[in-house]
T-cell receptor, first 116, second 114 residues
Framework: DQQVKQNSPSLSVQEGRISILNCDYT??????FLWYKKYPAEGPTFLIS?????DKNEDGRFTVFLNKSAKHLSLHIVPSQPGDSAVYFC???????????????FGKGTKLSVKP | DGGITQSPKYLFRKEGQNVTLSCEQN?????MYWYRQDPGQGLRLIYY???????QKGDIAEGYSVSREKKESFPLTVTSAQKNPTAFYLC?????????????FGSGTRLTVV
């Protein structure tokens, strides 16, 4: 059973507008969440993270929101740029430290297309 | 420059053959991981190692084997027992404490069975 779900396989947005990517999780033990960005034939690169003690974390154009009661997080990209076109993976773990609890569980990804 | 290197980038295997994918890191990371990516399936954990000479099965370990004889290296062998080995394989590494970004990923190896 999927513990991290990204229900939208794809999203298309106009350049300059906001992109909102969503992620739901089922495991209440998860307390550390990350977003990765992946281009074709490359490895994912870290984008932004948030721990469960926060409900928002911001880094430039990227903001992650966490709603623990709903077991939901979202990534906002404002303004969206054509270079943001990639697959975005949501990941979660029950610990930010090592050990099996710290292993990242990934969603299936959302392909974002930003059109000029 | 520190990083994680996977080789080869593309690999073709005949059915019934074992192949080994290389993963080397010079980040001084303790932990290393192998993931498999299939279209529409996201990243699924094959094996991971938190320390030299120790490794654990992930969610889809059947048909795969690994070794961790050196901190820098975590090769993955895809054996003939793996029924559907065609996929994109990603290696990653991390420190024990991940204050910022979780894992550092390699650029991947695409394995195709011919």
């Amino acid at each position: 059973d999927q513990q991290v779900k990204q229900n939208s396989p794809s999203l298309s947005v106009q350049e300059g507008r906001i992109s909102i990517l969503n992620c739901d999780y089922t495991n209440s033990m998860f307390d550390y969440f990350l977003w990765y960005k992946k281009y074709p034939a490359e490895g994912p690169t870290f984008l932004i993270s948030i721990s469960s003690i926060k409900d928002k974390n911001e880094d430039g154009r990227f903001t992650v929101f966490l709603n623990k009661s709903a077991k939901h997080l979202s990534l906002h990209i404002v303004p969206s740029q054509p270079g943001d076109s990639a697959v975005y993976f949501c990941a979660a773990s029950a610990s930010r430290y090592g050990g099996s609890q710290g292993n990242l569980i990934f969603g299936k990804g959302t392909k974002l297309s930003v059109k000029p | 420059d520190g990083g994680i290197t996977q080789s080869p980038k593309y690999l073709f295997r005949k059915e019934g053959q074992n192949v080994t994918l290389s993963c080397e890191q010079n980040l001084n990371h303790d932990a290393m991981y192998w993931y498999r990516q299939d279209p529409g399936q996201g990243l699924r954990l094959i094996y991971y190692s938190q320390i030299v000479n120790d490794f654990q099965k992930g969610d889809i370990a059947e048909g795969y084997s690994v070794s961790r004889e050196k901190k820098e290296s975590f090769p993955l062998t895809v054996t003939s027992a793996q029924k559907n080995p065609t996929a994109f394989y990603l290696c990653a590494s991390s420190t024990w404490d991940r204050p910022q970004g979780g894992y550092t990923f390699g650029s991947g190896t695409r394995l195709t069975v011919v």
